[in-house]
């Protein structure tokens, strides 16, 4: 049965609201980030991301093209590209969201502007897409391959899901109804049998009915999720895969093709399955993305190894310096891994949640939150350059974070994920609180009965691994508080009424009748270790990174003597030192072979004397000006 979460949500909302769940996501009003790592991305976010990215949109022309002034004379008076109507959209989520965490007014009415603003372009029978369907543009739904309409409509339903949830219905969620509907006839059973060639609708459906409870919505979602993989979209120069067109859902072994498409549609495949209690589809998707984190993950959690195509490689091919691993992929495969740990209740699904925020999200965003990169390189080989805070990027692959690409996808999808970044915090189930992330935080939520607990969390996670959980309110009756234990975690111990004991599994559960003022203590092991390949990934047999907590460390050239870190090798024989921030390894640069064939029978070196090395945090990278880098380092 759908969850009615209309009006507001009492929760404050929450991103993903399932019928069927093993944990219950909490919303903005029961986890709030007060402080450290976190809290202080959140803060630029609100006051300086979303104003940096609406004014990009103005200058640009992409928000006025909703006004049927100034696109009633066709095509040639709208600006940007076909898809810019989403990038409108994801901004308007992100800000519906901050509204809902912070109670911003000035954000509010800004909210309510581009609602008004956006309903202005909607055509009486709820079509609203600006590219498409005016004089002298082409027609609706002409283009679904690449047209990209439904993908924007599915942006569209997520804005107003964010808005109902967060404060209420209002102009945007009639806005989305009507244009859902449109889809609904158009698409519905007995009318065109055509999808997008990007998948986003379905979850955005799914989300949608779950809001308002119409069952039309999550039924359409189901059939596009059928439909797809069947090869009724056009042929592609990169396959049918690009468009996850290729083999159906609950047939298909791994993710593959364009990677956001991907994992976009697997989402809508999960929450197509939770509602419908279909545990074959959702059996499917989880045996896909086992797969997919085993043999087309990079080490940093970022997904896509091809430029080209901004797709997956085949197993294993997963070259550093090639590494497109796209900001919105990551953030997509928070998503996914988001829905499966609800939906199955697995703490696997942490890990890589937090191995992709401490390592592709904290990396993307620049420190003032006015630039951000599109790609993650692992292996930056020539120095980076520093973009005028007034250039648009023309290309979205590799180089420098920028002020703008000229495809801004990554943009709101990390201004909406931060803003909504303590609903990942924790779940609950009828008997206790289950905490998946470590942040300053405060936690209040209902268990079973209505009875209301409260947690406070503390910790410098990740500098520090000591995280403190503080009973802040309590209920008669025993309750449970468990503790997710990474997987790198090896000697975790918790400290409990002042007894201390190692953590043997991937949990630390304490189940009692708790006081107001009871405190555990989890402590998980820092300290920096060697991390190997598997011999299998080519590009970097003969390397090994180093890792400290759930950071991925680097080279970077302003630590070292050199710009030319292909020269550096690793000796492995003692353990990285941890010191004052930095990890330090030791190692050496080679001295470079200037001959005029780069290709010869093996020589022995005789190898120079190591020397400390120094590693920073890869999320830090290209932050004090232009350099190289490298993640994965070759071994003396």
């Known amino acids: 049965m759908l969850v009615h979460t209309h009006p507001a949500d009492l929760t404050g909302g929450r991103p993903v609201v399932p019928s069927r769940t093993a944990l219950r996501p909490l919303g903005l009003a029961e986890a709030r980030i007060t402080g450290g790592f976190w809290a202080s991305r959140q803060q630029v976010n609100g006051a300086v991301t979303l104003d940096h990215h609406r004014s990009w949109l103005d200058k640009l022309g992409w928000t ?39 109670g911003d007014a000035d954000r509010d009415r800004e909210v309510v502007e581009l609602t008004a603003l956006i309903a202005r372009g909607q055509s009486p029978d709820g079509y609203l897409n600006t590219a498409f369907g005016r004089p002298g543009q082409r027609p609706r739904y002409s283009d679904l391959a690449s047209g990209h309409e439904l993908y924007c409509t599915g942006h569209l339903l997520q804005a107003a899901v964010a808005r109902a949830r967060t404060s209420g219905p209002d102009q945007l969620l009639d806005v989305a109804r009507r244009a859902a509907d449109h889809v609904c006839d158009t698409f519905g059973e007995g009318g065109h049998t055509g999808l997008c060639g990007h998948p986003e609708i379905e979850t955005a459906l799914v989300e949608l009915a779950r809001v308002t409870g119409e069952q039309r919505y999550l039924d359409q979602a189901a059939l596009f999720v059928a ?18 067109d290729d083999i159906p859902v609950r047939d298909a072994t791994v993710l593959r093709g364009h990677v956001v498409r991907s994992l976009y549609l697997a989402c809508g495949a999960v929450d197509v399955a939770v509602e419908t209690g279909d545990a074959e589809l959702l059996g499917a998707v989880v045996a896909q993305f086992d797969q997919t984190l085993a043999r087309r993950t990079y080490l940093t959690g970022g997904m896509g190894s091809r430029h080209t195509d901004e797709a997956f490689g085949d197993d294993f091919m997963l070259p550093a310096d090639r590494a497109y691993s796209e900001t919105c992929a990551g953030i997509a495969a928070i998503m996914l891994a988001w829905r499966l740990l609800l939906a199955t209740g697995e703490i696997r699904y942490s890990d890589i949640i937090e191995r992709i925020l401490y390592n592709v999200l904290a990396a993307s965003i620049s420190d003032d939150g006015r630039s951000f990169f599109y790609a993650h390189t692992l292996h930056q080989r020539t120095r980076t350059e520093l973009l005028p805070p007034d250039q648009e990027q023309l290309g979205f692959g590799g180089g420098p974070r920028a002020p703008w690409f000229e495809v801004s996808c990554c943009l709101a999808n990390i201004a909406r994920t931060l803003s909504t970044l303590a609903t990942y915090l924790a779940t609950a189930d009828g008997d206790g609180v289950q905490i998946h992330q470590y942040a300053d935080a405060v936690i209040r939520t209902p268990l079973d009965g209505g009875r209301a607990v409260g947690l406070r969390m503390r910790t410098s996670y990740p500098d520090d691994g000591a995280v403190g959980i503080v009973v802040t309110e309590t209920a008669p009756g025993p309750w449970s508080i468990t503790l997710r234990v990474p997987e790198w975690a ?5 400290v409990d009424g002042g007894e201390r004991r190692p953590v043997t ?21 820092m300290r920096p270790r060697w ?34 870190l292909d020269r550096l090798r690793i ?6 030192v941890d010191a004052s921030g930095t990890v330090t390894v030791l190692g050496h640069f080679a001295e470079p072979d200037d001959a005029g064939w780069p290709y010869g029978r093996t020589v022995p070196e005789e190898e120079p004397a190591s020397h400390p090395v120094v590693l920073v945090p890869y999320h830090s990278w290209a932050r004090r000006g232009p350099s190289t880098m490298r993640v994965w380092l070759p071994t003396s």
Not at 79 to 93: I, M, Q
Not at 490 to 494: G, K, N, Y
Not at 536 to 560: H, K, M, Y
Request: proline share 9%; with cysteine.
């Open 64 to 102: 006025g093209n909703f006004d049927p002034a100034t696109g009633s004379t066709g095509s040639p008076e709208r600006r940007g590209r076909e898809f810019t109507d989403s990038e409108v959209y994801k901004l308007l989520e992100a800000m519906a969201w901050e509204v809902g965490r912070t």
């Open 227 to 244: 439909r797809r993989g069947h090869r009724s979209l056009p042929p592609h120069h990169f396959g049918w895969s690009y468009y996850s």
């Open 490 to 494: 090896t000697e975790a111990t918790l």
């Open 505 to 525: 599994g991937r949990t630390a559960v304490v189940r009692r009748e708790f006081a107001v003022g009871d405190e555990l203590r989890l402590e998980l092991p």
């Open 531 to 564: 991390t190997s390949p598997d011999p299998r990934i080519d590009a970097v047999r003969g390397c090994v990174a180093v890792e400290r907590g759930p950071l991925v460390l680097c080279a970077e050239s302003p630590d070292q003597p050199t710009d030319d």
């Open 571 to 576: 000796d492995t024989s003692a353990a990285p």
